[in-house]
């Protein structure tokens, strides 16, 4: 504890070092979208790394190549895997920023740049606090390692392939991860899981040509309904998935998750703002279920008849892109059969194509790293953090629960208005600063479990 203790006084009386940390970082456009800057922005954090300490390498892939961090070796200390992205979003038009995207301008309370958030100073934070241990210590109290992605925001494909490649290197006790938000209300959040993803698109093929639709309705076959039908053959109007087998694999919660997600507040301005006035079907499903605990069919297009002009025809061609958002443990493969399946009985003239997948991923909230965790936030907020058993959206976190095959609990450091992806991003000047002690404390705490 006295080792922490002169940790968080040190990092308390370093707000300098650390804004100018980030503004060098942020300085930096490293935007994978457009192959700009990446490599710099790995050498450069290799670099400070380096001087802090730590052994760095960088791990090639087919694209971008990642950065591995490593502190000191603690014997018999657990092996924490830090995860994070040194990559960021195209900045977009620069008249849509109140201040230059790539640097870092302090105003309001707030911490304005490109990267601030997403995701430069979430795991500059680690890093931050690693540094103060090692200064001074010697070493951070458990054996830690940074893997920065630098495609997370074109979609991390080559990650996989690299944790499968390394994963000796990458032998840990437990992943965290620090990306996106904090819950709405602001308090601080753990992470226990991401729903994953299945892209596919139904093309239905009628006639050649769009055939008019007087002199042709009743004889010409209409792609239009043919997908109509199709669709209302795998989602019912009580809102139940009617594909066979569809929830097969699903997990029902644990009580630890049933209460974690009663206790998660309801934004009700956010959904009036949005206009959610109606909920999907089924009608009784509290808010969070929805989003931890269900898989979803959702058609988010729908395209028949020719584009710009309402013409009375028989449409040549119909098209629906749709996705579904899997819970554990349903997997990609299965699902897309499972679909595959249902539209060669129903509509064997329609063509269906997978076009994405990403897996879902959970870690157990019974796990020995939750409490050290969770004494570590409330140590620095002075208040009990959420627990989100499942993220509605979908990131890459089953590659470390299930090809390393450790538990990985997300703790966001940014605010919920972040604007990451969007212009005039920022983290809040509060929680920037304490985002390092936040992450020496965690360090320092879950030292105290038995690994082996
Ligand atoms: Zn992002």
Redesign the pocket.
């Known amino acids: 504890m006295a080792d922490l203790q002169s940790v968080l006084i040190d990092l308390d009386g370093r707000h300098d070092v650390h804004l100018a940390e980030l503004d060098r970082y942020v300085s930096i456009p490293s935007v994978s979208s457009e192959d700009r800057g990446v490599r710099e922005a790995a050498d450069h954090i290799r670099g400070r790394a380096a001087a802090w300490g730590l052994e760095t390498r960088l791990l090639e892939t087919g694209g971008q190549p990642a950065v591995l961090l490593r502190g000191p070796q603690v014997d018999g200390a657990p092996r924490v895997l830090i995860y994070g ?1 040194y990559d ?2 195209p900045a977009g038009s620069a008249d849509d920023w109140l201040f230059e995207p790539f640097k870092t301008t302090v105003h309001g309370g707030r911490i304005y740049g490109r990267g601030t958030a ?2 430069k100073g979430q795991h500059l934070a680690h890093l931050l606090a690693i540094e103060s241990w090692i200064r001074l210590h010697g070493s951070a109290p458990c054996n830690v390692t940074l893997l920065l992605d630098g495609e ?2 074109v979609g991390s494909p080559n990650l996989a392939d690299l944790v499968r490649r390394n994963a000796g290197l990458l032998a840990c006790d437990l992943v965290v991860w620090s ?1 996106g938000p904090v819950h709405e209300s602001g308090r601080a959040t753990m992470n226990f899981g991401v729903r994953g993803i299945v892209q596919f698109e139904l093309i239905a093929q009628g006639a050649a040509v769009d055939l008019h639709s007087g002199n042709w309705g009743g004889v010409g076959r209409n792609p239009a309904w043919e997908l109509v039908h199709l669709l209302a053959s795998m989602k019912n109007d009580r809102g139940l998935i009617t594909i066979d087998g569809f929830t097969d694999e699903v997990i029902p919660l644990s009580g630890a998750e049933a209460r974690a997600l009663e206790a998660l507040p309801v934004d009700d301005e956010q959904l009036a703002a949005l206009s959610i006035g109606l909920w999907d079907e089924p009608a009784e499903r509290p808010f969070y279920d929805r989003l931890a605990a269900h898989p979803t069919l959702t058609i988010s297009r729908f395209e028949t008849g020719s584009s710009g002009a309402d013409r009375a025809v028989i449409p040549a061609t119909a098209r629906a892109v749709c996705d579904v958002r899997l819970v554990d443990a349903m997997t990609a493969d299965t699902t897309f059969g499972r679909i595959a399946d249902h539209v060669r009985r129903h509509a064997p003239n329609v063509r269906c194509t997978l076009r994405g997948a990403m897996e879902p991923s959970r870690t157990d909230l019974d796990s020995a790293f939750v409490e050290p965790i969770r004494r570590a936030l409330r140590l620095v907020h002075n208040e009990d953090p959420y627990l989100v058993p499942a993220m509605g959206g979908s990131l890459p976190d089953y590659v470390f629960t299930k090809i390393l095959g450790v538990p990985s609990i997300g703790v966001p450091f940014a605010n919920a208005d972040e604007a ?2 969007a212009p005039n991003e920022n983290i809040e000047l509060h929680r920037y600063l304490a985002a390092p002690k936040i992450a020496a404390a965690l360090l320092s705490e879950l030292s105290k479990v038995r690994v082996r």
Do not use: T, W
């Open positions: 992205h960021v979003q997403d995701n997370e925001e990306d990451n992806h």
